[in-house]
């Protein structure tokens, strides 16, 4: 039978570890763990903050994460920024009957309806050959650009290259790089637009255009399935222990809940039902014993005070 282990070291799991894997059913839980395993942090992961807490949350709520882990080393030397292409780059890749990056641009020129210019070329061919995105995804990638464009400005509004050229570095980010992973992102990316706008109203914001990390957070709370009407709540509590609203606070509140697993308004409701009656033992019914003497004492009282009543009148 061929050898299917590449060779070097080991890394070894319990069998219960692998057990609340399996359980968890979770690809990027798996993955974080591995990691961490075999790197003992975060450093070197190349994943965006939402996917690193949403997979984390994961871990944590099996008991196989810490609460805190170490931050990562601080780089060296940042990334290498991608070359500066020549007129003569971009010749010869446009003359490579073998590439497919000539059949790329006509397609790109024919869906934003121009000739690309110098500059547009040299953007295209960034995203082609220094972030080696296939051909077909850097088309996903420009039909998702202009269909952003066309409803934030309306009807026939098209993408720069230069914007698509920055959007395409955020996908190479995340990892990007298939015609199956940009169809789920997109659709994510979709699914999320929508919750936002639904976000926004629960939290009686008006409508404006959010932030990174207010995206962040809506795309880390919609991951961990909290329901409306637990977000509700949460944001009620916000305010009334912050006068305003603060999305900080609200996370931690909604990270505590989700370590529970109460995700609905129902089952948090429930859960400080349970909290109750362990706060309320001070104030618990006396026991029947104890009612019979205070019983018994009363009595005697109201003997004691008919008794002197009758010396009295005489």
């Keep these: 039978m061929p050898q299917t282990f590449l060779p070097g070291g080991v890394l070894a ?46 871990l944590r709520g099996q008991g196989l994460a810490p609460a805190e882990l170490p931050a990562p080393a601080p780089p060296t030397s940042q990334e290498a920024p991608p ?17 497919t990056f000539p059949a790329l641009v006509g397609e790109v020129e024919r869906r934003l309806g121009k000739r690309l210019s110098a500059a547009d070329l040299r953007s295209l061919y960034t ?60 659709a994510k990316l979709a699914r999320l637009r929508g919750r936002e706008a639904e976000v926004l109203r629960l939290l009686d914001i008006p409508a ?37 609203m603060d999305w900080g606070y609200m996370n931690g509140i909604l990270r505590r809940w989700h370590e529970k697993g109460l995700h609905t308004a129902a089952a948090v409701q429930a859960g ?13 019914a006396p026991s029947p014993a104890a009612q019979e003497q205070r019983a018994r004492e009363d009595m005697e009282r109201m003997r004691r005070l008919m008794e002197q009543m009758k010396q009295e009148e005489t």
């Design 272 to 284: 400080d039902r349970t909290a109750r009656p362990v706060q309320a033992r001070q104030g618990q």
């Design 83 to 99: 070359p500066e292409y020549s007129t003569e780059d971009i010749a010869q890749a446009l003359a490579d009957q073998a590439s």
């Design 13 to 58: 799991m319990t069998g219960q570890a692998a057990d609340r894997l399996l359980k968890l059913d979770s690809g990027d839980a798996a993955l974080l763990y591995l990691h961490l395993l075999r790197r003992g942090g975060l450093e070197g992961l190349k994943w965006p903050e939402d996917r690193v807490q949403s997979a984390l949350e994961r």
């Design 127 to 186: 995203l082609y050959d220094h972030l080696a995105i296939p051909a077909e995804v850097i088309l996903m990638l420009v039909g998702w650009c202009i269909e952003e464009i066309e409803r934030k400005y309306g009807p026939g509004r098209k993408p720069f290259l230069s914007q698509i050229r920055k959007e395409g570095f955020a996908w190479a980010r995340r990892g990007v790089d298939t015609m199956e992973r940009a169809e789920e992102y997109i």
């Design 208 to 244: 404006r255009p959010l932030v990174e990390r207010e995206k962040t957070y809506i795309a880390a709370w919609d991951e961990m399935g909290f329901d409306n009407e637990a977000l509700r709540m949460a944001y009620e509590r916000t305010v009334l222990k912050k006068q305003s």
